[in-house]
């Protein structure tokens, strides 16, 4: 196992700098909101960093420690990302921390960290799987620095989607029963797992042969989909090991959280509220739906065809995207108290999809060209729409752009575009009353007055490489599949994937 430690943190200065707000209530009116200090999480050697299968996870807990995956700047003859290879990185107090990877393995990524901060990710094994011809890749923790493997439930490939403070692990992974119409297509069935104690555990289908674990709670309910037959996915709720078919909003298909982001991490709340999206009758449309104590709610949409659900908090409020009336594009939204609210866009940018939202109510907004993105990261807070690039210092030499995850103490975990087109993980800390010794803040909000968003440069993502699926392996798949289902900023209308 690779343990190189590394202080590669850039700690960026906080200097005065007018906050932007932005929105059609608020245009021109002066508002209060505190700023944040930028940490610029740095690389492993290579020249990016990045937080994987965004935004569904938890790459901020609240204790501040942060995970993702960087570049290490050590060859990768499958050019998996850039030819580089990239290693989990944990940024704790300051410190960088190269996690590792399982013996033999060359990739490895850390998706989500809790409170207690055990790491989870997955790792490549250096065992080419005889199914499939490809490296095996298997589902991993981490715990105080020493990586674990979750194993598999007999096939060749198994990956993590969310975890709970007791350790839960839920995700997916392959048996050794064929099956060419696989879920990810490596060839054998997918199924949903629990892992608890040390043991993976299959949480069975709704009839068919695959299933897929999204999220799990503190009360140790997984919520997720499952094939009723070889066509037809259902959502489910297991607990008590029973598995519930939530049924769909009259359409064939529907999954736990939305279409776009893969459905990991964020559809199942303590209360055990479980959201997600569904298609409608005939299944040209689909909408954000709410399951709760056996009922199905549709969520509706801002005025157009298509709306999709991301995150839902304990206090039951959700978050997502939805389509305008015409549906050419669509806009963040908030749902709570029975009542869809339009939480509009960044200036110049015509999409905005809400991809989170903590136990305050704070939600953070990804923008952009409807299809391709590129736009502000944006915070919602007490009505008001915030270009996350006003709150930070102008001399801090980047731009905010993707947002990836806010934890309940307000610090996010983003992606920051530098000059030079490369692309950093970035952690902001508000200056606020939960950080009052935070080095480089000075006391109170600052004004803020309306004004244009900034947009920040075209990068290239860190992402496999653009071929024909069929020759890429299935390492190359899972993280095709998730690059391809969190592109939140294309036009809604697609029917879900089986």
């Known amino acids: 196992m690779r343990r190189n430690r590394t202080t590669l943190i850039i700690g960026l200065s906080l200097c005065a700098a007018l906050p ?8 021109g009116q002066e508002a209060k909101h505190s700023h944040y200090k930028v ?34 700047g050590i060859p990768d003859p499958t050019c998996f990302f850039g030819c580089d290879a990239v290693h989990p990185f944990q940024w704790k107090k300051g410190v960088l921390t190269d996690l590792g990877t399982l013996p033999g393995g060359l990739n490895s990524v850390a998706f989500w960290v809790n409170d207690h901060g055990l790491v989870m990710g997955f790792s490549e094994n250096g065992v080419i ?24 439930l007999g ?3 198994s990956f993590g989607n969310a975890m709970n403070n007791r350790g839960d692990v839920v995700g997916i992974s392959a048996n050794a029963i064929p099956d060419p119409f ?5 060839g054998t069935q997918i199924r949903a797992f629990l892992w608890r104690d040390g043991v993976m555990l299959d949480l069975g289908t709704l009839g068919g042969p695959d299933g897929w674990a999204a999220s799990v709670n ?6 997720g989909w499952a094939l009723v037959d070889s066509t037809v996915q259902h959502p489910f709720l297991w607990e008590s090991a029973r598995m519930i078919d939530l049924g769909t909003l009259g359409g064939t298909s529907a999954v736990v959280g939305s279409l776009s982001n893969g459905g990991s991490g964020a559809g199942l709340n303590n209360l055990g509220q479980v959201i997600g999206t569904s298609n409608l009758a005939g299944d040209s449309n689909h909408h954000p739906f709410l399951w709760e104590k056996g009922a199905l709610t549709d969520l509706g949409t801002l005025g157009g065809d298509n709306g999709e659900a991301w995150w839902i908090n304990d206090g039951g409020e959700i978050v997502g995207g939805a389509d305008l009336p015409g549906s050419a594009v669509h806009h963040a939204f908030l749902w709570k108290n029975g009542e869809m609210i339009d939480l509009g866009a960044a200036p110049g940018q015509p999409c905005s999809t809400a991809v989170d939202i903590n136990s305050r109510g704070q939600i953070i907004i990804d923008t952009g060209i409807c299809g391709e993105g590129g736009g502000p990261g944006m915070l919602w807070e007490n009505g008001q729409l915030y270009d996350l690039n006003s709150l930070i210092p102008p001399a801090s030499g980047l731009a905010v752009g ?3 995850f806010i934890n309940d103490r307000g610090e996010i975990a ?4 530098l000059p030079s087109g490369a692309q950093h993980a970035i952690l902001l800390v508000p200056c606020d009353q939960d950080h009052p010794d935070l080095e480089g803040c000075d006391d109170g909000p600052m004004g803020a007055t309306a004004a244009s968003a900034v947009s920040p440069a075209q990068v290239t993502h860190l992402s496999s490489p653009a071929a024909n699926e069929s020759k890429l392996s299935p390492t190359e798949r899972i993280t095709g599949f998730r690059s391809k289902m969190a592109n939140r900023h294309r036009p809604l209308g697609a029917v879900p994937p089986k």
């Open 155 to 157: 096939g060749g490939i």
């Open 39 to 72: 940490i610029d999480l740095g690389t492993l050697g290579g020249p990016e960093s990045t937080f994987f299968s965004q935004p569904v996870v938890q790459s901020v807990n609240n204790r501040g420690t942060t995970v993702g995956g960087a570049q290490t």
């Open 218 to 223: 503190e009360r140790g309910q997984v919520a």
């Open 414 to 417: 983003a992606q920051g575009n």
């Open 20 to 27: 932007f707000v932005v929105g059609p209530s608020v245009q």
């Open 129 to 152: 799987d005889p199914v499939f011809g490809a490296v095996q890749q298997i589902a991993v923790v981490w715990k105080d620095g020493q990586i674990v493997s979750l194993g598999t």
């Open 402 to 404: 993707d947002v990836n």
């Open 182 to 186: 696989s879920f990810i297509g490596v």
